[in-house]
Antibody, heavy 121, light 113 residues
Framework: QVQLVESGGGVVQPGRSLRLSCAAS????????VHWVRQAPGKGLEWVAG????????DYADSVKGRFTISRDNSRSTLFLQMNSLRPEDSAVYFC??????????????WGQGTLVAVSS | DIVMTQSPDSLAVSLGERATINCKSS????????????VAWYQQKSRQPPKLLIY???TRQYGVPDRFSGSGSGTDFTLTIDSLQAEDVAVYYC?????????FGPGTKVDIK
């Protein structure tokens, strides 16, 4: 069965960095685009970034552009999110989600359980 | 950016009754080249990740009960839950995938009356 397992969350001070990982299994990871979507406590869903099946295309929300980098290692079936210059407003549960497509973005049909990032001094 | 709005913010429905959630996009998400509406619906139960219910505005994801249905076109969309069950208590989100950035509605909370 399809599984997405996020890790790497934690408490970090403003201005510092954190790297999230998402380990995929149960499907051919290299054939699908994947996304990071976040949810601040008690709030709605916010798309953060997406990456195509081969890593050649990345898109970012304006709120994280220039600070966050999405990448993937298809040999390890793992998705990453490098988060730099973190701000308190980046505090959220970060979900990785599989896209139905491979290059163009569509809906997300599988989601991980999420990893919590708290940015606080 | 395409802004997605939802109404109502919350609703309480009796068991077995119908729940209707509306979603409106700030501009059309109907692609004239393929005649598809680029909108999906998700259900999120407490302390769980979102679950895909509907895509292409009206296509039910495999395994989703047929009491869930989606409709609409252009800028106005509806998620209908016929015969509400206790396990349907959740927040429901619409999402457009017509263009980047992907955007979600603010969510509609559904409870039992």
């Amino acid at each position: 069965q399809v599984q997405l397992v996020e890790s790497g969350g934690g408490v970090v001070q403003p201005g510092r960095s954190l790297r999230l990982s998402c380990a995929a299994s149960g499907f051919t990871f290299r054939s699908y685009a994947v996304h990071w979507v976040r949810q601040a406590p008690g709030k709605g869903l916010e798309w953060v970034a997406g990456i195509s099946y081969d890593g050649s295309k990345q898109d970012y929300a304006d709120s994280v552009k220039g600070r966050f980098t999405i990448s993937r290692d298809n040999s390890r079936s793992t998705l990453f999110l490098q988060m730099n210059s973190l701000r308190p407003e980046d505090s959220a549960v970060y979900f990785c989600a599989r896209d139905r497509g491979n290059t163009r973005w569509y809906w997300s049909d599988y989601w991980g359980q999420g990893t919590l990032v708290a940015v606080s001094s | 950016d395409i802004v997605m709005t939802q109404s109502p913010d919350s609703l309480a429905v009796s068991l077995g009754e119908r729940a209707t959630i509306n979603c409106k996009s700030s501009r059309t998400i109907l692609n004239s080249s393929d005649n598809n509406n680029y909108v999906a619906w998700y259900q999120q139960k407490s302390r769980q990740p979102p679950k895909l219910l509907i895509y292409w505005a009206s296509t039910r994801q495999y395994g989703v009960p047929d009491r869930f249905s989606g409709s609409g076109s252009g800028t106005d969309f509806t998620l209908t839950i016929d015969s509400l069950q206790a396990e349907d208590v959740a927040v429901y989100y619409c999402q457009q995938y017509y263009t980047t950035p992907l955007t979600f509605g603010p969510g509609t909370k559904v409870d039992i009356k």
